[in-house]
T-cell receptor, first 109, second 114 residues
Framework: GQSLEQPSEVTAVEGAIVQINCTYQ??????LSWYQQHDGGAPTFLSY????GLEETGRFSSFLSRSDSYGYLLLQELQMKDSASYFC??????????FGAGTRLFVKA | NAGVTQTPKFQVLKTGQSMTLQCAQD?????MSWYRQDPGMGLRLIHY???????DQGEVPNGYNVSRSTTEDFPLRLLSAAPSQTSVYFC?????????????FGPGTRLTVT
């Protein structure tokens, strides 16, 4: 089957750095996406890794290791507005996207 | 651009009723999809379309039908609503099948089946 595992909750302090991990088991793996979702809102796309390595977009970075079936999202200089759920998603051949159950990030002052 | 729009925002149905959730996008996106999101869970793919006239099943297609007669619209039909279909439904689109990793989501429809 296809599955993505990520921690259910992470708590961090404002201004700190937090890493949200994702391990996957999917057939026909093409790449790993990350989405952010605030309570009551819609998911919004953050980043995508098709190749091994780090992708940086402002305060957010995403990493992929295909050999380890592992990726992570790194959030730097945490702000209160970063409190949200974060989903990793596996893109299988461009046709189907499978989502993890999500990690709820709590940012404390 | 309005992006991806969905109607209605909220809906309550009785068991056995049918209804259509509407989804439209004005970005000329080729790829569109429907997801459901249950509490504490990620999004599960119901159906998707890679272009007008072409649809296929996702992870949880039972009880739902779709059609794609135009590039812009991708309605989701619930044939005979069941309490297990109580969920938040999101429609999403992306520029092409090759960029399905970057999806734009609508605001969602919150459906309750009693």
């Amino acid at each position: 089957g296809q599955s993505l595992e990520q921690p259910s909750e992470v708590t961090a302090v404002e201004g700190a750095i937090v890493q949200i991990n994702c391990t996957y088991q999917t057939s026909g793996f093409y790449g790993l996406s990350w989405y952010q979702q605030h309570d009551g809102g819609a998911p919004t796309f953050l980043s995508y890794n098709a190749l091994d390595g780090l992708e940086e977009t402002g305060r957010f970075s995403s990493f992929l290791s295909r050999s380890d079936s592992y990726g992570y999202l790194l959030l730097q200089e945490l702000q209160m507005k970063d409190s949200a759920s974060y989903f990793c998603a596996s893109n299988t051949g461009g046709f189907k996207t499978i989502f993890g159950a999500g990690t709820r990030l709590f940012v404390k002052a | 651009n309005a992006g991806v729009t969905q109607t209605p925002k909220f809906q309550v149905l009785k068991t056995g009723q049918s209804m259509t959730l509407q989804c439209a996008q004005d970005m000329n996106h080729e790829y569109m999809s429907w997801y459901r999101q249950d509490p504490g869970m990620g999004l599960r793919l119901i159906h998707y379309s890679v272009g007008a006239g072409i649809t296929d099943q996702g992870e949880v297609p039972n009880g739902y039908n779709v059609s794609r007669s135009t590039t812009e619209d991708f309605p989701l039909r619930l044939l005979s609503a069941a309490p297990s279909q109580t969920s938040v439904y999101f429609c999403a689109s992306s520029y092409s099948r090759d960029r399905a990793y970057e999806q734009y989501f609508g605001p969602g429809t919150r459906l309750t089946v009693t």
